[in-house]
């Protein structure tokens, strides 16, 4: 599941644009593979990561010791409804595989789209696991994504698919108005 992972979360990053200087917010960061790829792809960029769990954030932190070190890594662990996001600091936000589970996921992009700074770009990426998982899921995930983002108030709103060993994944990429 590691390589599919991995995979997903390319395929999410990629579809930011993130230039040099760009602060990065990802939200549900497991062990910071994406956020490892960012920083080795990507120069120049500040990142940050949230993720509920204190194992995960430790996973991290080994992983991206050097990046912790220099500064341009910082982690949180605290459920994204309750983040206390600076407003308008991210240009870039991403988050896989993590939005099912957030307790109120319009509360959790209200929050996003305050920490997003005007015209920045945020990624919701999900590819179903669990039993029951189908093409008909995903489509299910990038319907549910793409109208809690019109209604939180993005725009540009664009839903694409791509099949990841073992089911399709959906990527909905959105801005904030500027």
Same mark, same amino acid.
């Given at each position: 599941m590691a390589l599919e992972n991995r995979t997903i979360n390319k395929w999410t990053i990629s579809r930011l644009k993130i230039k040099p200087g760009d602060? /990065? @917010? $990802? /939200? !549900?960061?497991? #062990? !910071? %593979? !994406?956020?490892?790829?960012? @920083? =080795?792809? %990507? #120069? +120049?960029? =500040? @990142? *940050? !990561? @949230? *993720? +509920?769990?204190?194992?995960? =954030?430790?996973? +991290? $932190?080994k992983r991206l010791q050097k990046y912790v070190e220099e500064g341009t890594v910082k982690f949180m662990v605290c459920d994204v409804e309750r983040a206390e996001l600076e407003h308008s600091h991210y240009h870039k936000i991403l988050s896989v595989n993590n939005y099912t589970i957030w307790k109120n996921p319009q509360n959790g992009l209200k929050r996003l789209c305050e920490a997003l700074k005007p015209g920045g770009r945020m990624a919701i990426t999900m590819q179903p696991r669990e039993e029951g998982a189908s093409p008909e899921r995903t489509r299910e995930f990038g319907r549910l994504i793409e109208g809690d983002m019109r209604t939180c108030g993005f725009q540009n709103i664009t839903v694409k698919y791509k099949k990841v060993h073992p089911e399709l994944t959906v990527c909905v990429t959105a801005d904030k108005p500027k």
């Open positions: 602060c /990065v @917010l $990802e /939200v !549900g960061f497991g #062990p !910071g %593979y !994406g956020m490892e790829h960012i @920083l =080795k792809n %990507y #120069p +120049a960029v =500040k @990142l *940050d !990561g @949230l *993720d +509920a769990s204190e194992t995960m =954030k430790e996973q +991290a $932190e």
